[in-house]
């Protein structure tokens, strides 16, 4: 760094654009209905520049909570109650906030603005802070360089927007129930399997635990997880599902296909008979009442997971998160192999599952030595690192019994390699190829 740098900085003034803070309060004020909950998904208090801005949305937090209406009566009143009304300029400020707003606002766009402005104050507020504590030189330089790290990395979690966790009611309204179809619990308690033999094995996910489930290409482990979450859901466990191989709308497809029992194959072509159209109708109606979040960005790296999880659990006590899948994932900057990242990715699951109290699923990948090899698999092959099976608690490596190329139904076993408070061992599964559906073998 040169030194004409911080004095350019000074002249510029910290990154800040109040008139897009000014649109969004505006917004809110207009139709705080609409506006509000996406607004509080994003900011808080502090991520506006401006004092009174601040003070105002403040307001509209504290009013949300107690589920008072906003708008620029209600929320001058609560600023008069905390003693903020005329620091902020009184009512005729609030009335003018949405003066220039366009017919045809992009709020979304306004929020991501402010926030990525209070994302870089954070940001240089955080460099001079190590800047000063490094002329200073009391600690020691592995400290400072220890607590930067930390502190960057908090930050880079909260600017991470990778995605958007949706409700499977949001998804189907976004992109209609119709084109799904036809497209090519609380914390701290166990979260039970949709089969009863391996729940008898595993006695379901328990809260904190890492549960990673493996399996080759092609032999069922993302339909498991789908089938995994939407049971979950509908015993009342609030599902934040991250899927970074399939669209929501697949996912989605997926679990109203299992659900009704209907061949995905067929729904996708759309030939579907009057029965089974109304199976799938139902299905959808039911899965779209689930407290189900997906968030399917491509790229999705630890930091994003994190916000997105701790923002969701802020408001609503999370009972699971899965994530397909673990090799999928990225680590922002360079790091020595893809084995390094891994282990960084599986170790940051772990530390989420808990500090927050409730069980994370990961699928992963296994290498090509069960193929090769003809056998079944083993902890060894699970893909990139060794990290995985040390982080874990749970390990289920999936394998298919002699099934046949083009056969409908076929037997998977459920091989329990890793079971850290408990018994290991196996359970053999149907798999319904066409409804991507598991189901015990008494019950199939």
Request: charged letters at 25%; a neutral charge; one cysteine or more.
């Amino acid at each position: 760094m040169n030194g004409r740098q911080p004095d350019l900085l000074m002249e510029r003034g910290l990154p800040e654009s109040v008139e897009t803070e000014r649109l969004v309060l505006g917004s809110i004020l207009l139709d705080y209905r609409e506006n509000l909950p996406a607004a509080l998904g994003l900011l808080r208090p502090q991520d506006f520049a401006l004092k009174s801005h601040r003070r105002i949305f403040g307001a509209m937090v504290e009013m949300d909570k107690v589920c008072e209406p906003v708008d620029r009566v209600t929320v001058f009143n609560r600023l008069q109650a905390n003693g903020h009304a005329e620091a902020v300029g009184g009512l005729s400020y609030l009335v003018s906030l949405d003066d220039g707003l366009p017919r045809l606002c992009n709020f979304e766009q306004y929020l991501l603005i402010v926030r990525e402005k209070a994302i870089l104050r954070r940001t240089v507020f955080a460099c001079d802070r190590l800047k000063n504590a490094c002329l200073l030189g009391i600690d020691p330089p592995a400290d400072l360089l220890a607590q930067a790290e930390r502190t960057l990395v908090a930050i880079a979690g909260d600017a991470a927007t990778g995605g958007r966790l949706r409700t499977a009611s949001e998804v189907f309204a976004e992109q209609g129930v119709e084109a799904i179809l036809n497209q090519s619990r609380a914390a701290g308690k166990s979260i039970p399997f949709p089969w009863p033999s391996l729940n008898e094995l595993l006695i379901g996910v328990q809260s904190g635990q890492l549960v990673v489930i493996a399996a080759r290409p092609g032999v069922g482990k993302s339909a498991a997880a789908a089938q995994l979450a939407a049971h979950a859901a509908m015993e009342g466990s609030r599902v934040a599902l991250f899927s970074l191989e399939m669209s929501a709308s697949e996912i989605l497809q997926r679990m109203v296909c299992s659900a009704a029992g209907v061949n995905m194959h067929t729904a996708r072509r759309g030939r579907l008979s009057e029965q089974e159209r109304f199976e799938m109708s139902r299905a959808a109606t039911d899965i779209a009442a689930l407290p189900l979040y997906i968030d399917d960005a491509t790229g999705c790296t630890m930091g994003a997971l994190n916000a997105a999880v701790r923002r969701l659990n802020a408001k609503h006590p999370v009972g699971l998160v899965i994530v397909d899948y673990l090799q999928l994932m990225d680590v922002p900057g360079r790091r020595e192999n893809r084995n390094v990242e891994i282990s960084e990715i599986s170790r940051g699951l772990k530390r989420l599952a808990r500090e927050l109290e409730f069980p994370v699923v990961a699928l992963s990948q296994l290498n090509r030595e069960p193929e090769k090899h003809m056998r079944r698999p083993m902890l060894a092959d699970l893909r990139d690192s060794g990290s995985i099976e040390q982080d874990a608690d749970v390990v289920v490596l999936l394998h298919l019994v002699n099934a046949e190329p083009g056969a409908r139904v076929v037997d998977c076993e459920f091989l329990v390699a890793k079971h850290r408070n408990g018994p290991i061992g196996k359970r053999v599964l149907r798999f319904h190829r066409e409804s991507t559906r598991f189901v015990d073998r008494e019950g199939s």
